[in-house]
């Protein structure tokens, strides 16, 4: 008796002995040209992504991601790697994805975030330049009745547990219109909910409503979207703080795509375009000015982008454009010398 | 003599410096202090471990830049909640949202709680009946039921209920309205009345359980057996009713009516509320009609046999010889099967019901403080759970056979 409790007394110290030997090491907080140096060991981006909203990603027919936020995580891999088909997408929740990204679990969280002050000063994250401008729509049944906000008044509003409940509290709140919000954390369920009439409204980012109409009612045109932008919600991408040139090398991918749209750089002209004699454009794909190597990239890094995924305006129509499955109008999401707010800084 | 003195005083120094150290020796060569001490280093271990763990993981948030601490429940939450035990706004706190959450859970957990027993006994009893049917009808729901995942059956009855007509083209009920919003019936409108009456039922209740003790004092004191009947169903009916007609015999209605989205007035019983309750107190209940059968069969057979010899009724048997046996067998699983329903309600969060979890996850992506949300949550269902076992334990005390 003795000597077993002795033993298992020794054999228990040992045993957080030797967990408390390797005390900081793991898990400590990303240092400069880490995540560079682990995508290029791994051979592979790792992704965070929504798990479900068409247009920005998704999984369609063919078994594979598709959307803008998707693109957009092509275009870093293939900055870095040169190719863009590698990359590992992981879907995240609403809830899971700052944890995701926080623990390593992602190297880049591409998935609809808002860039407001709290998640970029609270969270240990950074958020690139926004790369899609959008804000809180509402989509109600036809028949209901309701042409525009006011007529809410006593809805049952489905939402997502998100910063769109607080814009939901804040839009009804301030116009004195009273609701009850039903909070589905699933987006099938939620959407559901809302189809089986459970709700009278769903309350969601804008950009995401063509969306559940084209792929989740039977027949989209039972449902309105109501006219107006109820909130503002730069999405953007978001990186651990504390590795600069990671941080860099995302920002600088996200104004390339808006440089090369500007400079009418597209996927489909990108080869006769590294014969221009304009110098933006030579420094753009690299023919001059060895701008992705002050990144840490290859000198073509926009070149392959381009080639391989699109300028902006590639992605957009791809996913957005007149022969997509949900149009949207390019409305903020249209370069700044055409009436948007994309505005890529000078690559030079 | 002195010398000797001198001699005996050297001696008994050395002795009690002997049978000090005799006695250290004995003190930690007793088996009872020896575990003591392990006992001690290992909660010290623990609580050394506990620190180590805490302050890496704050001092690794902080590297990283994340906030931390539990200063951001003073904020306000800004957001609304749909189902509310206590007035709430979107201005409120975070804390006072985390109170509605918890507020919620209990109430769904109780209800549950409630639901599942009444229907565990009804079916268990059925279980052991001689009648061939009703048996069989008892396996299969018992089968039925605790062979779904319990989050299968929160999402069947959420979309049962689901696919009930809009409300404007409800189900009428006598008295209410039935549509995918939920169950609306009448209520008696607001009325001071009320309140007195609803005091006069609880202290009649109060009063006829008195009663009910004082007859047994006297029947088991003095072999009496006082008809008391009577007197208990007038404390719990006259009494209140008698309250109720002094205060003015209110009997205005809250009656529900179809306004704009939906009904107005009246009182609704959710959709999400009772997709959750019925969830996971139908699959509860499988476990506890299994749980009463197996405390019925543990009652001797003999003590039946006896029974009925005596001409109990088959009521009276299970009543008086059956039930409160069995109470002893059935008692420690019930009290886990109610707090697995207390923690089986987190489920919530896949329907929509605003319980703690649901509440939580609000939080949690609003502020993105991931690590406190879910402290605070293990700690309130650590505490629920507890609560639960500790009375469950009480009352296990209260049924066990009594040795004296």
């Not at chain 1, 939901?168 to 189809?195: D, M, W």
Request: overall charge positive.
């Amino acid at each position: 008796m003795l000597k077993k409790s002795h033993l298992a007394a020794s054999a228990l110290l040992l045993a957080l002995g030797s967990f408390l030997a390797p005390a900081q090491a793991e898990n400590a907080p990303a240092v400069n040209g880490d995540t560079v140096k682990k995508i290029k060991a791994r051979g592979e981006l790792v992704c965070g992504v929504h798990p479900a909203r068409h247009g920005f990603a998704a999984i369609n027919s063919k078994g594979q991601w598709e959307g803008l936020d998707v693109d957009f995580c092509r275009a870093l891999a293939t900055a870095v790697l040169g190719d863009a088909s590698k990359v590992r997408f992981t879907p995240l929740s609403t809830a899971q994805r700052f944890m995701a990204l926080q623990s390593g679990e992602v190297d880049v969280l591409s998935r609809n975030t808002t860039a407001t002050l709290t998640n970029d000063v609270s969270l240990g994250i950074s958020f690139a330049p926004p790369n899609f401008y959008t804000g809180t729509g509402f989509m109600v049944r036809a028949n209901s009745g309701v042409k525009k906000l006011e007529d809410l008044d006593g809805a049952t509003v489905c939402v997502t547990p998100s910063s769109t409940e607080r814009n939901v509290a804040q839009i009804f709140g301030s116009r004195n219109i009273h609701y009850t919000p039903v909070v589905i954390e699933n987006n099938k369920e939620y959407v559901a909910a809302y189809l089986a009439g459970r709700c009278d409204v769903i309350a969601r980012d804008k950009v995401a409503l063509p969306g559940i109409l084209a792929f989740d009612t039977d027949k989209p045109q039972d449902h309105v979207l109501l006219p107006g932008m109820y909130s503002k919600e730069p999405l953007a991408m978001a990186v651990r703080k504390g590795d600069n040139q990671w941080y860099d090398i995302v920002k600088w991918v996200v104004y390339a795509t808006f440089d090369a749209e500007e400079m009418d750089v597209n996927q489909s002209n990108v080869d006769e375009k590294l014969k221009s004699t304009d110098p933006d454009v030579q420094g753009l794909l690299g023919v001059t000015g060895g701008f992705g190597q002050k990144l840490g990239l290859d000198d073509k890094w926009v070149y392959n982008i381009v080639k391989q995924v699109g300028n902006y305006g590639d992605i957009y129509n791809r996913h957005f454009g007149p022969k997509s499955a949900e149009p949207l109008d390019r409305d903020l999401n249209n370069q700044w010398n055409k009436g948007g707010l994309l505005y890529g800084l000078p690559i030079r | 003599m002195m010398k000797q003195s001198d001699n005996s005083g050297v001696l008994a120094s050395d002795a009690t410096r002997e049978a000090t150290a005799f006695r250290l020796f004995t003190f930690f060569g007793s088996q009872s202090v020896r575990s003591a001490c392990y006992q001690l280093l290992l909660a010290a271990l623990l609580a050394g471990f506990s620190y180590w763990l805490y302050s890496n993981v704050v001092e690794n948030l902080h590297a990283q830049r994340i906030s931390t601490g539990f200063g951001f429940l003073h904020q306000p939450a800004h957001f609304a909640i749909g189902e509310t035990l206590i007035p709430y706004s979107a201005n409120d706190t975070y804390t006072r949202a985390l109170v509605v959450g918890f507020l919620n859970t209990l109430y769904v957990t109780l209800c549950g709680i409630v639901l599942a027993t009444l229907l565990g006994f009804l079916v268990g009893i059925g279980r052991v009946s001689r009648n061939w049917l009703l048996m069989k009808v008892c396996v299969t729901y018992v089968e039925l039921l605790r062979n779904v995942p319990v989050i299968l059956h929160v999402i069947f009855w959420s979309m049962v209920i689901r696919n009930l007509p809009a409300p404007r083209q409800a189900i009428e009920l006598p008295g209410g309205f039935l549509t995918n919003r939920g169950l609306t019936f009448s209520v008696p409108a607001a009325h001071s009345g009320w309140q007195w009456t609803l005091l006069a039922l609880l202290a009649g209740c109060v009063l006829s359980l008195l009663v009910s003790l004082l007859a047994r004092y006297w029947r088991e004191r003095r072999s009496k057996v006082l008809p008391t009947g009577r007197i208990r169903l007038a404390l719990i009916i006259g009494l209140p009713l008698m309250v109720w007609w002094l205060s003015g015999a209110p009997h205005a209605l809250n009656t529900p009516e179809l306004r704009g989205f939906n009904f107005r007035g009246g009182f609704t019983i959710s959709p999400e509320f009772t997709a959750l309750l019925l969830g996971i107190s139908l699959y509860s209940s499988a476990y506890i009609a299994e749980i009463v059968r197996a405390g019925i069969q543990s009652v001797p057979k003999g003590q039946l046999e006896a029974a009925r010899a005596l001409s109990f009724s088959s009521w009276h048997v299970m009543r008086y010889v059956v039930i409160p046996q069995a109470m002893r067998v059935m008692v420690p699983p019930l009290a886990s099967k109610y707090v697995s329903l207390a923690k089986n309600s987190s489920i919530a969060v896949v329907i929509g019901y605003p319980e703690l979890a649901n509440i939580s996850n609000t939080m949690m992506s609003q502020t993105g403080q991931a690590l406190e949300a879910i402290a605070i949550m293990m700690v309130v269902y650590l505490v629920i759970s507890g609560t639960t076992s500790l009375l469950m334990n009480l009352f296990n005390r209260y049924v066990a056979i009594k040795e004296r």
